[in-house]
């Protein structure tokens, strides 16, 4: 599966795996579980169009981001009802910090 190599790629920072016909089946929640706990980089993930949400995928999902606080941003179909509002809820304690920028400004010269 596509997540496989995802957790284990350093460089990405989004995916976008919408209209796959993923479903919500064990290997399919167990390869994103994995994925979110091992990929700390990766914090965007884009599910839309896809069945991950029909027996209570979408619950486990919200329940993993606690640990994985990296994870600010999972857009999934607003078909998923009352989960749809739990997750934007919970990814709203995820959201990136932003940077502080240093000081940049001429170099003196000597």
Known sequence: ?????????????????????????DDVLNAIERCWKKN???GWYNFSYNNIFENDGLQKMIEWLGPCNHVYKVEVSERAGDQYAQL???????????????????????
Do not use: C, H, T, W
């Open 88 to 110: 934007q809820e919970a990814l709203a304690n995820n959201k990136p910090k932003k940077g502080k920028k240093g000081k940049k400004g001429k170099k003196k010269k000597k």
């Open 40 to 42: 700390k980089n990766l």
């Open 1 to 25: 599966m596509v997540l496989r190599g995802v957790s284990v790629n350093k460089n990405l920072k989004m995916i976008s795996l919408a209209d796959n016909q993923f479903n919500d089946g």
